[in-house]
């Protein structure tokens, strides 16, 4: 049985950082591409980051040079780092391992930006 298991959200001020962690198992994370999205209230689910099988990263130009995705093969998890967070990040975060047909989504973290 798959699961993806994100952990790492919370309420944060504007200019704060906090890291997401996705925890998989049932696959292996070095072998799936990895995907961080996020749906803010009333708006739909857009793509955060993602993280290839080769290791290439990419992000939208919301998010380029304030979020940060890695992975560490050995814990099997993948990981999102916030920095610089802003009101408009506030969303439930989710992660997704991708393979050909294969997806599997998580439950999602809220991440809420306010003063």
């Known amino acids: 049985q798959v699961q993806v298991v994100e952990s790492g959200g919370g309420l944060v001020q504007p200019g704060g950082s906090l890291r997401l962690s996705c925890a998989a198992s049932?696959?292996?994370?070095?072998?799936?591409?990895m995907g961080w999205y996020r749906q803010g209230p009333g708006q739909e689910r857009e793509l955060v980051a993602r993280?290839?099988?080769?290791?290439?990263?990419n992000y939208p130009d919301s998010v380029k040079g304030r979020f940060t995705i890695s992975r560490d093969n050995a814990k099997n998890t993948v990981y999102l780092q916030l920095n610089n967070l802003k009101p408009e990040d506030t969303a439930v975060y989710y992660c997704?391992?991708?393979?050909?047909?294969?997806?599997?989504w998580g439950q999602g973290t809220q991440v809420t930006v306010s003063s």
């Open positions: 049932g696959i292996d994370v070095s072998l799936y591409n």
């Open positions: 993280i290839m099988k080769t290791g290439n990263t």
């Open positions: 997704q391992a991708s393979l050909v047909l294969k997806n599997y």
